[in-house]
């Protein structure tokens, strides 16, 4: 279970990023929903030891992980999908999942994670994690890299951005076996009705606060009505 | 000493063999090949189809690959295993038309003294029409010694119509200054193939030299160096392109810089034909900060995440 205790994060300027954000995940899927800019992707750097917060803490499991660092705290089990998957000349897709992994795989579970991303293994394992992999192709290997790790927490930021239809509805699959399967929790940002519509609980931030938060049940019939608009002064309606 | 299938080395080549040249100790080298230690024959075979000779007028060996021989390697390795050894050799290699093999080459220089040890391999390739050569070089310095260990390889390619070389190159680390010089003449349809990947440490220098005269119709080159200067080390790359007809250049030179390392990378492109398709890219930086953070999200420390990223960029 992840906690999230008044976190605050500002620019080196003072500006304010993040502003006293508190929450604690119940279910096992807990999605982040928000307009652009306003701070999600901010406050999963901060869960995964991306960004040190300016002030608050962050639990996981009771344990305060707050001072730890990305390494340490990716080995006490959180995992994070970047949102822009990074390129790395040389290292190739077998190398990076099994980096994740810890472990050599063989061809079979190279392809079962990599299918969990719809994604053929036979074509992909070999590849260099470079420019040469179109930007869905980078990002769909991007979160098969996170699924390797099978993770006490997984933080997956806009998993969607950039995937094709298909594959993106193989995702959602993806989410709803972890979640009906393994020991693992998820926090996932996305602006996606789909996910938004398999999430536990759904947490919506803008202008660097949680504006509405609860289950499911409770969030999402606001934000598919125009019920809840979004409070920030530039922007009426367009948290979605 | 080992003696193994006609071959009589130290046990400082032994080790260095298995280094540059996969070189195992019990099954020893399969096919023709020739180690050269310290100046001298280590060992010698020829094959039915390759034949390794002394020259009769300077030091080193004629290597003769029969027309049409196919799927041989050819093992010519050096090594220098102490102090004060300044070893010139010259090795010619007639590839017979339509040959296609594997040459091994490969160099170890060992110094625990307080002078110079050098390795000058001065290599003629000679590719008749049709053939085709896979050419994989290994150099690498071991050693405590104050004095310096040098690799000076020069390569010179003389290439016949649809002829194919693919050269295949590594310093592995420990060479205190080495000057690669690498030269090739393409004919007619003739492509050669540079893959070469440079580790320079502590104050080491490494300086590679390229020059492709592409003079046949649709003949063409791709180099790619990738290299990695860390410490107080210096590298430099020249790579110069002659497009002289209807042809295809791509150069590529990618570089980590760390710690005070430097690189210095100077590209040339020369083209004397309308049709003649040259292109260059070169990148030196340090290691890109969110490729460390993913590695770090992977849970590797700081330290193994840049050392995976180098293993990665030089594989």
Not at chain 2, 26 to 52: H, L, M, P, W
Not at chain 2, 89 to 113: L, P, W
Not at chain 2, 173 to 180: A, E, I
Request: some cysteine; charged content about 25%.
């Amino acid at each position: 279970m992840l906690e999230i205790k008044d976190l605050h994060w500002s620019l080196p300027d003072g500006s304010s990023i993040i502003n006293g954000v508190s929450f604690k995940t119940r279910g096992k899927l807990t999605v982040i929903t928000g307009p652009n800019g306003g701070g999600k992707t901010t406050l999963a750097k901060l869960i995964s030891g991306v960004e040190q917060p300016t002030s608050g803490a962050i639990l996981l499991d009771g344990e305060d992980i707050t001072a730890l660092d990305i390494t340490e705290r990716a080995k006490k089990g959180v995992a994070y999908a970047f949102q822009q998957p990074v390129r790395f000349k040389g290292l190739t897709v077998r190398d990076l999942i099994e980096l994740a992994s810890g472990n050599s795989l063989n061809t079979g579970e190279l392809c079962e994670l990599l299918g969990k991303v719809g994604l053929c293994a036979e074509e992909y394992i070999d590849r260099e994690m470079n420019t040469s992999l179109s930007g869905g192709e980078a990002k769909r290997i991007e979160i098969a890299t996170v699924l390797a790790r099978r993770a006490k927490l997984s933080v997956f930021d806009e998993p969607e951005a950039g995937i094709d239809l298909w594959s993106f509805s193989r995702l959602v699959q993806t989410f709803e076996e972890i979640r009906s399967k393994s020991d693992g929790s998820l926090v996932v940002i996305s602006h996606q009705e789909r996910i938004l519509s398999i999430a536990d609980d759904i947490i919506v931030v803008a202008d660097g606060k949680i504006r509405i938060s609860g289950t499911k049940d409770e969030v999402l019939p606001k934000l598919l009505s125009g019920e809840y608009t979004c409070s920030c002064p530039k922007r009426t309606g367009d948290c979605l | 000493m080992s003696d193994i299938m006609n071959v009589n080395f130290n046990s400082i080549t032994g080790e260095m063999l298995k280094v540059i040249s996969d070189y195992d100790p019990v099954a020893g080298f399969k096919g023709a090949y020739n180690i050269r230690e310290d100046s001298s024959c280590a060992g010698r075979q020829s094959s039915e189809n390759i034949t390794i000779s002394s020259k009769t007028d300077k030091p080193g060996i004629d290597i003769t690959v029969k027309p049409q021989t196919k799927g041989e390697t050819v093992f010519i390795p050096a090594c220098v295993t102490h102090t004060a050894v300044d070893d010139l050799v010259y090795n010619d290699f007639y590839i017979g038309e339509g040959a296609d093999v594997v040459i091994v080459a490969g160099c170890g220089v060992h110094n625990e003294g307080e002078e110079d040890a050098r390795h000058n391999g001065i290599h003629r390739f000679f590719l008749e029409p049709n053939s085709r050569v896979v050419y994989k070089e290994k150099h690498i310095g071991t050693g405590n010694g104050t004095g310096l260990k040098k690799i000076d390889p020069v390569t010179e390619c003389f290439m016949k119509e649809n002829s194919y070389l693919e050269m295949d190159t590594v310093q592995l680390g420990g060479v205190d200054k080495s000057t690669r010089t690498t030269s090739a003449e393409l004919g007619d349809n003739a492509k050669i193939v540079v893959r070469e990947r440079i580790m320079t440490d502590n104050a080491e220098e490494a300086v590679s030299k390229f020059h492709v005269k592409l003079n046949g119709a649709d003949s063409g080159v791709d180099l790619v160096s990738r290299s990695v200067a860390r410490g107080n080390s210096y590298q430099a790359f020249y790579s110069a392109v002659d497009g002289n007809n209807r042809c295809t250049g791509h150069s590529a030179c990618d570089a980590i810089i760390a710690d005070n390392g430097r690189v210095d990378a100077q590209p040339a492109l020369n083209a004397a034909n309308v049709d003649a398709a040259l292109i260059h890219e070169a990148a030196i930086g340090k290691i890109a900060g969110e490729q460390i953070l993913k590695l770090c999200s992977l849970g590797l420390t700081r330290e193994e995440a840049e050392e995976k990223i180098i293993e990665g960029f030089l594989k």
